[in-house]
């Protein structure tokens, strides 16, 4: 799924994202998901992937 955003705080931007990206990882932090890149070097003491079955609710939504 891909999104589109747009702003007319343009000079804002760097900071915008900053703010997104740092949100996206508390959000899979708080639901003990690990965020990995294709570069990375070496794998964690832990798991990659939950042994746990998932309830399909975020820790973090609000509704």
Do not use: C
């Not at 703010?19 to 890149?37: A, H, K, S, W, Y």
């Amino acid at each position: 799924m891909a999104a589109n955003a747009y702003t007319s705080r343009g000079s804002s931007l760097p900071k915008i994202l900053s703010d997104l990206r740092e949100n996206i990882v508390d959000v899979f932090d708080e639901n003990g998901t690990q965020l990995m890149t294709p570069s990375y070097i070496a794998d964690p003491p832990e798991p990659k992937v939950s042994t746990e079955e998932w309830d399909g609710k975020l820790a973090h939504h609000v509704e």
